[in-house]
């Protein structure tokens, strides 16, 4: 079994818990109230920014100049989508300003760089390959069960069901299939970990975005 089905089948059960979410339910039908979408949008606005960063990193660390490439190229994606969010979601969903950083993405966003700074490099690999798989299947799934035609979300939607975000998911995977080929088992075994919890923070931000989470003080 290579790595990233052993990793697949390690978040089964999250998977299942993230797509059972009243966020994404409510996503899927057009329901999702928009105080509720803009926290969403805003808090992904600085994640993606610091997401970019933590993949560019990756592509300084890595061994291979192809993988170091293609990382460098996920990293201009990521800062593109941040700006389409910045530019036309602000102005479509009323947003005058991105705000605070709120725990969960704080939370998640220094996972990211610590991970892809001090940990082996296929360790950071392996932590951001959740933002690439699990938007990939959940786009996936709500594009296929949506009921509105006139869902206000469609066009967000649209950027993580598409065939060109699904060929750089592809090879994000095969990366770190590839990488995990030269790792001792206990290497793998952190990789696995670090999918793990990046998937839990996958769903901590969903939880946080619907239940409006902020700093207490
Ligand atoms: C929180 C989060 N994870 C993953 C993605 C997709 O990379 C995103 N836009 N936001
Ligand atoms: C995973 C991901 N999400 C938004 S951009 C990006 C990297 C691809 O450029």
Redesign the pocket.
């Given at each position: 079994m290579n790595w990233s089905t052993k990793a697949w089948n390690a978040i089964d059960d999250i998977y299942a818990d993230i797509i059972g979410m009243p966020f994404i339910k409510e996503l899927t039908e057009g329901s999702l109230p928009l105080e509720k979408f803009q926290f969403y949008i805003t808090q992904d606005s600085r994640y993606?920014d610091h997401?970019g960063r933590a993949?560019s990193l990756i592509g300084a660390r890595a061994n291979d100049l192809q993988d170091a490439l293609a990382f460098i190229?996920?990293?201009?994606?990521?800062v593109?989508?941040e700006n389409a969010l910045h530019g036309s979601y602000f102005e479509t969903f009323g947003i005058s300003s991105a705000g605070n950083i709120e725990p969960a993405c704080h939370h998640y966003i220094h996972f990211l760089k610590s991970t892809a700074a001090l940990d082996a490099v296929e360790v950071a690999m392996a932590a951001v390959l959740p933002?690439?798989w699990i938007?990939k299947k959940v786009g996936d799934h709500i594009y296929s069960n949506q009921t509105s035609v006139t869902n206000p979300y469609k066009k967000w939607i649209a950027?993580?069901a598409g065939e060109e975000?699904g060929e750089?998911?592809n090879r994000?995977i095969a990366i770190c299939d590839k990488a995990a080929t030269t790792c001792t088992e206990a290497q793998q075994q952190k990789m696995i970990e670090a999918f793990v919890t990046a998937s839990r923070l996958e769903f901590d931000f969903w939880d946080g975005a619907y239940k409006l989470r902020k700093w207490s003080v």
């Open positions: 993606l997401f993949l190229r996920f990293a201009e994606g990521a593109v989508v933002c690439f938007y950027t993580y975000f750089l998911v994000a």
